[in-house]
């Protein structure tokens, strides 16, 4: 899933966060690696108060999250059992911790049913997504209700969609480019 040409020097670095081994690799000079750790401190830190449970499956069923530029705001890799969380997203400070945290969620969703050995070949996509966004949607409930508002509301929009909306197909190699091309134009290249 990284298969994205990193500039020759990017910062990596690792750190446990919550119990959970964490792995970053900054590829942008305008994201400071300390404030991107901060963010993800506080949505793990908001996981644990709020449903604690899903911290220890997180805990249980991933090695790692692992924080890169990616085409999406969040994915889990299967074949790597990693929770990836968007660089960007993370560095954002326009929204709070709690989409951050209700990504992680959705995520974590992904590993757990993976941990129960649901066969990928077999699996029905768009119910696994409604699944992720009814875990989301009980995540939001469980916040104070200023700091939940965003995250219902974006669950349950997800949760009415048809399935091919819901569980879209995606062509990753448009959504790098796309991606890429965001990338050069913020750091004027």
Not at 89 to 116: C, K, W
Not at 132 to 146: D, I, K, N, V
Request: with cysteine; charged share 30%.
């Amino acid at each position: 899933m990284s298969d994205m040409a990193l500039p020759t020097d990017p910062e990596i670095r690792a750190a446990l966060l919550h119990g959970v081994p964490v792995h970053v690799v900054n590829t942008r000079p305008d994201i400071a690696t300390d404030d991107v750790l901060a963010r993800l401190d506080e949505a793990l830190a908001l996981i644990a108060t709020h449903q604690p449970w899903r911290l220890r499956h997180l805990q249980r069923d991933v090695r790692a999250i692992r924080v890169e530029r990616f085409p999406c705001r969040g994915a889990y890799d299967p074949a790597a059992r990693e929770v990836i969380t968007e660089l960007t997203f993370l560095a954002r400070r326009d929204i709070t911790a709690a989409p951050v945290a209700s990504s992680i969620v959705h995520e974590g969703v992904h590993a757990r049913v993976e941990a129960f050995g649901v066969r990928r070949a077999g699996r029905d996509a768009a119910r696994e997504e409604r699944l992720c966004r009814r875990a989301e949607l009980a995540f939001g409930e469980s916040l104070p209700s200023a700091l939940g508002a965003p995250v219902i509301e974006r669950a349950r929009q997800s949760l009415g969609l048809a399935d091919a909306e819901v569980a879209p197909a995606i062509d990753w190699q448009l959504a790098r480019a796309r991606q890429d091309a965001v990338d050069r134009s913020t750091l004027g290249e």
